[in-house]
């Protein structure tokens, strides 16, 4: 099962500077939830992004998959330089955690999405794809002051 968990904007908006452009402690948390110990896929920007927020400390989750084209290598975490045909070999549940071109990739395989809609008008540079909902189903939604959280299933 492949899912993408998000946190967007009401204007699909989901980065500033290679950071998130909100603080909103109570989607951190539902996130940390749905994500902790789980084995992730992620880009490189995002990578370097999480390390800045973590510094020294380890990232929560379990295996670690990082799309990069570069030559770099990282110590925490399996280097993946073609994300289509991982994804389409995938067997295992993966968290698709960002950021906008990975997310890009992977939406095409995806099979649940974790959207978090955060209300009110932010800055910044990145946003999420543009993509069809029409081939999911809504299967959860609640909503507190300031986010919307929505769950899509894809319609089998
Ligand atoms: N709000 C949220 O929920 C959320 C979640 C995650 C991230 N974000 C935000 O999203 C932004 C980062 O997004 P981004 O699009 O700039 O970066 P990204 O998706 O994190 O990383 C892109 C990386 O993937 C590599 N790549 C591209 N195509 C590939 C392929 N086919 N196979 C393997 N690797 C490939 C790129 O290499 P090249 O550089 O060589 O092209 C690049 O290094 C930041 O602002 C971050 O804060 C927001």
């Known amino acids: 099962m492949i899912s993408l968990i998000w946190a967007m904007s009401e204007k699909w908006l989901i980065g500033k500077e290679n950071k998130i452009p909100w603080h909103v402690k109570e989607d951190l948390l539902y996130y940390k939830e749905k994500t902790k110990g789980q084995t992730v896929l992620m880009g490189e920007n995002t990578y370097d992004s999480l390390k800045g927020y973590y510094k020294t400390k380890p990232l929560p989750y379990g295996k670690i998959f990082v799309a990069s084209l570069s030559d770099r290598l990282f110590d925490d975490a399996i280097k993946v330089s073609d994300v289509v045909s991982f994804l389409a070999n995938n067997k295992e549940d993966l968290f698709v955690v960002g950021g906008a071109s990975i997310y890009k990739l992977s939406l095409p395989y995806a099979d649940k999405l974790y959207i ?36 899509y299933e894809r319609n089998k």
Do not use: C, Q
């Open 116 to 151: 978090s809609i955060i209300k009110g008008d932010y800055d910044g540079d990145t946003y999420f794809p543009s993509f069809a909902l029409d081939d999911y189903l809504l299967v959860s939604s609640n909503e507190t002051e300031k986010v919307k959280y929505l769950v």
